[in-house]
Nanobody, 124 residues
Framework: QLQACGGGLVQAGGSLRLSCAAS????????MGWFRQAPGKEREFVTA????????YYADSVKGRFTISRDNAKNTVHLQMNSLKPEDTAVYYC???????????????????WGQGTHVTVSS
């Protein structure tokens, strides 16, 4: 199970921090990722990190603004979002990846577990 939290309403230029806690079967995952889905759009990759070495991937649209990190002791992944823009408005989902083979192949269909989503709204 993956539990995401931390969404909310923020003005453009502001910051939010999302968290996702893994439990149960998801404790054995290779990596965690964040995806987002805006109204009327497809779900898109945001960022991912593996539990062991901390390797990361970022979508070009968030590079330099978002930072993913992991807390192995708490089985939690964080997404620090700075310099938020109205186009970052979406439902954000954390996702779990079982196989290292797909790490870096950042399609939603490659991920095995999904959290419930948390809303992020950035006002202009």
């Amino acid at each position: 199970q993956l539990q995401a939290c931390g969404g909310g309403l923020v003005q453009a230029g502001g910051s939010l921090r999302l968290s996702c806690a893994a439990s149960g079967r998801t404790l054995s995952l290779y990596a965690m990722g964040w995806f987002r889905q805006a109204p009327g759009k497809e779900r898109e990759f945001v960022t991912a990190i593996n539990w062991s070495g901390g390797s990361t991937y970022y979508a070009d649209s968030v590079k330099g603004r978002f930072t993913i990190s992991r807390d192995n002791a708490k089985n939690t992944v964080h997404l620090q979002m700075n310099s938020l823009k109205p186009e970052d408005t979406a439902v954000y989902y954390c996702a779990g990846l079982k196989s290292a083979l797909y790490f870096g192949n950042n399609y939603p269909s490659n991920y095995d577990y999904w959290g419930q989503g948390t809303h992020v709204t950035v006002s202009s």
